[in-house]
């Protein structure tokens, strides 16, 4: 002991602290980013006293109210999440009492069997609620939620059933990637191997069948669940059958990012990596990279084409996330920071007290429904959190200051 002592007091005379290995030192925050914690901070905060747990924020009416949505609503685990988030960014103590009352609000969520959306539902707010605090009373809903999300797999068209309504015989849509990364997690978490699995094999198929050439994908592809032939190829939110709806190209670069990030095999990677390239090169991106609702809107000056600040979002936390899996992940992260700046701008940003207390403004949920057209989304803010979380980790950037 006496030797260990003596040992340890030679090193540190020899090579005091400043020769010693160091941790990498926390970088000058940007003001931009400053700005944008603090705004959310504000939001979250009045939006905890302005709704009730069990009926969350979704967006705004056309009177200008807030749209509110009980636990069934695919959007229901945002909110939550973005408390959880909000928490982690702040250190704001009061953030992670919210984010428990309102994550256990959404207890009904494990008798859910009629939809693929349990990732997106379960995994935003239990998941979150479980990874921060490690309390166990997190887990049961997050153990049904996974049992019910793997029941709607089947083997012969090797996915998993997105939607239980509409005309289509066996839809999948490739929003369905978002719930894999659930999987994934409760494989290792209850010991159920078979949900690696179904994952593994959702992704492969949807990867052979959603997609075109150039890697854009369809919205929605229809099964023949008794055979597995594909019946009809096409889209729900998007402009048309061979266009490509922004939104879901999002939905596809975060879900392959995150299926190579649990599993290390090389195809996701390339996958998320062509996706990454589509969404990067389209010209009909804006200058400020922030896309219009869909592709393939070519005049994107015209009052038909709204920006879609949801799937900005959405690519800018999917690429920081890529931008840490290769080798040459700068073009990656230096794109997002790019969409980062610009949803922190006046422009897209709330000023507190405004937009129903979301943070982010201009997002599309379903532009030819004339549904949620140019309003704030509750995943528009989970995801700009996400990805603020995610560029400050990978900047070593302190925003709980
Ligand atoms: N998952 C539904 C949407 O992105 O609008």
């Given amino acids: 002991m006496m030797t260990l002592r003596f040992s340890i007091c030679l090193f540190a005379f020899l090579f005091p602290i400043s020769m010693q290995a160091q941790p990498k030192p926390v970088a000058e925050t940007p003001q931009w980013l400053e700005k944008s914690v603090k705004v959310a901070r504000q939001q979250l905060m009045a939006a905890t006293r302005a709704y009730q747990p069990g009926l969350n ?42 984010a428990e009352r309102f994550t256990l609000g959404l207890d009904s969520l494990r008798y859910l069997t009629h939809t693929h959306d349990l990732g997106f539902m379960i995994y935003c707010s239990y998941g979150n609620g479980y990874r921060i605090t490690n309390d166990k009373k997190y887990l049961p809903v997050l153990e049904q939620g996974a049992k019910n999300l793997n029941a709607r797999f089947n083997p012969i068209p090797g996915v998993i059933r997105s939607w239980d ?16 990364e659930y999987l994934y997690w409760a494989a290792q978490q ?26 854009s994908s369809y919205h929605v592809v229809d099964y023949d669940p008794k055979t597995g032939a594909i019946l009809q190829k096409g889209t729900h939110q998007g402009l048309t059958n061979e266009s490509a709806w922004s939104r879901g190209q999002a939905w596809g670069l975060y879900g392959y990012t995150m299926c190579y990030e649990n599993t290390k ?8 990596e062509k996706i990454a390239a589509y969404i990067m090169n389209h010209p009909n991106t804006p200058a400020d990279k922030i896309p219009v609702w869909d592709y393939d809107v070519h005049n994107v000056k015209s009052e038909r084409a709204p920006r879609d600040a949801s799937a900005a979002a959405v690519i800018a936390s999917a690429l920081i996330e890529l931008s840490t ?16 700046k610009s949803l922190s701008g006046d422009q897209y940003l709330a000023k507190p007290g405004e937009n129903n207390f979301f943070i982010l403004k201009h997002s599309v949920g379903a532009f030819l429904f004339n549904s949620e057209i140019d309003t704030p989304l509750a995943y528009a803010d989970y995801y700009y959190l996400e990805a603020l979380k995610r560029y400050a980790q990978v900047k070593h950037f302190d925003t709980k200051k």
Avoid at 167 to 178: G, R
Avoid at 265 to 272: I, R, W
Wanted: charged letters at 25%.
């Fill in 57 to 98: 924020p979704r967006s705004t009416n056309q009177d200008g109210s807030a749209r509110l949505a009980d636990y069934k609503d695919w959007i229901t685990g945002f909110f939550p999440g973005s408390l959880w988030y909000g928490y982690e960014l702040t250190g704001e103590d009061k953030l992670a009492k919210a």
């Fill in 265 to 272: 095999n090389q195809k996701f990677l390339d996958q998320a």
């Fill in 190 to 215: 209850f010991h159920e191997p078979k949900y690696t699995a179904v994952a593994n094999t959702h992704a492969l198929t949807t990867m052979k069948n959603h997609f075109r050439n150039d890697y």
């Fill in 325 to 340: 899996q290769v080798k040459d992940g700068k073009k990656y992260l230096d794109y997002a920071e790019d969409m980062l």
């Fill in 165 to 180: 309504f509409g005309e289509w015989k066996y839809p999948v849509i490739i929003d369905n990637m978002m719930n894999l």
